[in-house]
């Protein structure tokens, strides 16, 4: 193991041989804290240098501030376990009369409370594993440093793939290519060999196009960090309280005169702000996403003769106009580090097309992270990770359409209260492509709890599920027998057991279901038919298939 000097910290022996003599008969081994502390500071080194040898050296004193602050935090738990352990024996020990009661109860609590915060200290330990594979922060002083170095290895990498391209091009193999090593070429040929396209290139041209996408990024963001460097920040005064812009701390923050109501705090928090206690203020990383936030929440709406200007407020973020629909695209790779405020925050990642930001939602979507069991939010839901989210060329709208929790894909259907968002036949066949090509598994509908996306009565955008064609068929029945569907209450419930029969009932609910549609528009209209054709259609396209032939049973032989 390559460590210098590993930083123990010391563990009051004697604390721990009366908290064993507390729970336990048998002696203390004298010794056996300090050694089993020990143990476990020594398996965090490992990791310690394990990631020192996977990462850019420039991260190696963080990786030791955090080994300290784990070794530090370590032996504080410890010591405090012991303490709590030794102020009442265990009933085993004590006996049954007059065991004090609540004095073990309150034992009890604090043993809980020093539990969770051991939890915590074990967080520590992903932080080490972490650094220096996240993106960079803009709080890093070598942001910039940081980001012309990986930029010149984009560059590299860009024209090592062409060069490995024009060589395959040229001798019609890739043996004897000066720019692979043995091992990169035979997994090459396994990855060409399972290639669907009929002329298969070393480096399809998506390679090329994403690493050129990012050489891009990188470029735009070096820039943003320049300009950021030399620009004067002012915040402004709102009714209630004041923004604020603390550049050394690179921090948007937000006072409130007085304390805020829930709503207030709600929208503060959906605008990606948190309340950090140890300055009383409401604060995000201080980027133009953190202003252009806060200069469209209605609660910090600048006073009159206070609406800042674009040098007060740092340069104004302007949002590509897309595939020509007036939308573009954009990539959060991990939200919880925006509610975190997580030292590697997140980068909100720009795309002008779908395609573009399908490739590296898919690239994201595998990773670990998307999977993991996690605490929930606030809300009470597990927390939002990989978000994928829509915004106008004019900079003035924007909303996340996809968020990935604890494995799952969820719609966010903050969309539907926004006007512009909500009427909008783009956003809507956006919507519509997002569920056919990326999915939805969940959505929360506004005021009620997650429900499949198949079962969810979707009236925005287009969508061949369960839940849309029983809505249909719903609104369908309150036009054409209205004493049968007069009920607007029992709409979701209507709503719900069709939709259950569409998924469950296979092609017999299906074709049942159909019937039914039938007879409901018997006497309708030709709009009426039209629709109720219309339907029909959805539902065959949905579950209703082609009876299979019945297999023919061959006569056994007489000399069977």
């Known amino acids: 193991m390559e460590v210098d000097i590993i930083q123990y910290y010391a563990i009051n022996e004697e604390l721990a041989r009366r908290a064993k003599g507390m729970i336990s008969f048998s002696d203390y081994v004298p010794g056996s804290a300090t050694a089993s502390y020990r143990q476990a500071v020594d398996k965090a080194a490992e990791i310690a240098e394990q990631q020192k040898r996977v990462v850019d050296p420039i991260h190696h004193k963080k990786i030791d501030r955090l080994l300290d602050t784990y070794a530090r935090r370590l032996a504080e738990n410890m010591n405090q376990d012991f303490a709590i352990t030794a102020r009442v024996p265990s009933i085993l020990i004590a006996g049954g009369s007059n065991f004090p009661v609540r004095q073990k109860e309150k034992q009890n609590r604090a043993a809980d409370a020093n539990m969770e915060e051991w939890r915590q200290i074990q967080g520590i330990l992903d932080k080490i594993r972490g650094t220096g594979k996240g993106g960079i922060s803009a709080d890093d002083p070598e942001a910039v440093r940081k980001l012309k170095s990986k930029l010149a290895g984009l560059e590299q990498e860009q024209e090592r793939m062409k060069a490995v391209n024009a060589y395959y091009r040229k001798h019609k193999t890739l043996d004897g290519c000066p720019h692979l090593t043995p091992e990169e ?5 396994v990855s060409m060999a399972r290639d669907w396209h009929p002329e298969p290139k070393p480096y ?3 390679h090329l196009t994403n690493n050129n996408s990012m050489i891009r990024q990188t470029r735009k963001r070096i820039e943003e960090l320049s300009v950021k460097a030399e620009t004067e920040y002012e915040g402004w005064a709102f009714e209630g309280g004041e923004v604020k812009m603390d550049v050394q701390a690179n921090r948007l923050q937000v006072f409130f005169d007085e304390k805020p109501d829930r709503d207030t705090c709600s929208a ?5 702000f948190r309340w950090a206690p140890s300055v009383g203020a409401w604060q995000r990383q201080l980027t133009d996403n953190a202003i252009y936030a806060a200069k469209h929440l209605d609660c910090l709406r600048p006073l009159p003769g206070e609406q800042p200007t674009r040098e007060q407020a740092g340069p104004v973020r302007e949002v590509p106009q897309g595939d020509g629909n007036g939308w573009s695209f954009y990539i959060i790779a991990d939200l919880k580090t925006w509610a975190d405020n997580a030292e590697n925050c997140s980068p909100l990642e720009h795309f002008l097309s779908f395609e573009a930001a399908k490739t590296r939602f898919d690239e994201l ?11 929930p939010s606030p809300d009470g839901r597990p927390p939002a990770r990989l978000t994928l989210g829509i915004e106008s060329g004019d900079g003035l709208s924007a909303a996340d359409i996809l968020q990935v929790r604890q494995g799952r894909n969820c719609l966010v259907t903050d969309f539907t209260c926004m006007d512009r968002l909500r009427a909008d036949p783009a956003v809507r066949e956006i919507l519509g492509r997002v569920s056919r090509e990326i999915g939805f598994d969940l959505v929360q509908p506004p005021g009620g709890p997650p429900i499949p996306f198949e079962e969810w009565d979707n009236p925005y955008f287009p969508a061949v599920t369960a839940g849309s064609i029983a809505a249909r068929i719903y609104d369908l029945g309150r036009q054409c027998i209205p004493e049968d569907f007069a009920d607007e209450a029992s709409r979701e419930g209507t709503v719900a057991v069709f939709a259950r029969m569409l998924q469950k009932g296979g ?11 039938s007879g409901i528009a018997m006497d309708g209209n030709e709009a009426v038919q039209a629709e109720a054709n219309a339907i029909i259609q959805d539902i065959a396209a949905y579950g209703l298939k082609e009876e299979a032939p019945e297999k023919v049973r061959r006569k056994s032989s007489k000399e069977r």
Not at 185 to 189: F, G, Q
Not at 268 to 272: E, I, L, N, S, V
């Open 185 to 189: 070429i035979e997994k090459l040929k």
């Open 204 to 206: 399809p041209s998506f």
């Open 268 to 272: 503060m928090r959906h605008g990606g």
């Open 365 to 375: 979507r595998s990773e670990p992270y998307n999977n993991e069991a996690t605490e």
């Open 507 to 517: 092609t017999g609910g299906a074709r049942e279901i159909a019937l039914a549609v």
